[in-house]
């Protein structure tokens, strides 16, 4: 008997910032499969995930999406924000700078610890710090 295959959706608004962060995550999926699910509903979609990640971001203007695996970890995560908050910058049109350095920090411990939530109480991924 196979496992089913269910993919959850979870999204953060930032609410001073004109972005959303969509994620991803398939129970008994790899993550080319979440991909490939959530590609079939928006095309807009780019890049590719390796067969050996655990998450993969895709920056698309102001939608920015992530895919996660049940093996994703913090370390993982934590990787996975810096490209997140560096595509905020991008799409409002700021960079990393000495001015901008704790705005940087900010959304990057915000968005760090709003997906280790939930990993853990929405997807039920046994995350550990």
């Not at 595509?87 to 997906?115: K, M, Q, R, V, W």
Request: charged share 25%.
């Amino acid at each position: 008997m196979s496992e089913e295959k269910t993919i959850k959706r979870w999204t953060l608004d930032y609410q001073a910032l004109p972005v959303t962060l969509s994620v991803f995550y398939g129970e008994n999926m790899e993550l080319e499969e979440i991909y490939g699910a959530a590609k079939n509903e928006d095309n807009s979609l780019e890049g590719l995930p390796s067969s050996n990640w655990k998450a993969f971001v895709s920056i698309n203007g102001s939608s920015i999406y992530l895919f996660i695996d049940s093996g994703v970890t913090p370390f993982i995560l934590a990787h996975e924000c810096v490209h997140i908050v560096k595509g905020i910058f991008d799409y409002i049109g700021s960079s990393l700078e000495d001015s901008s350095e704790e705005f940087f920090a900010y959304y990057l411990g915000y968005t760090f610890e709003e997906l280790i939530r939930v990993c853990k109480e929405e997807f039920k991924i046994d995350i550990k710090l």
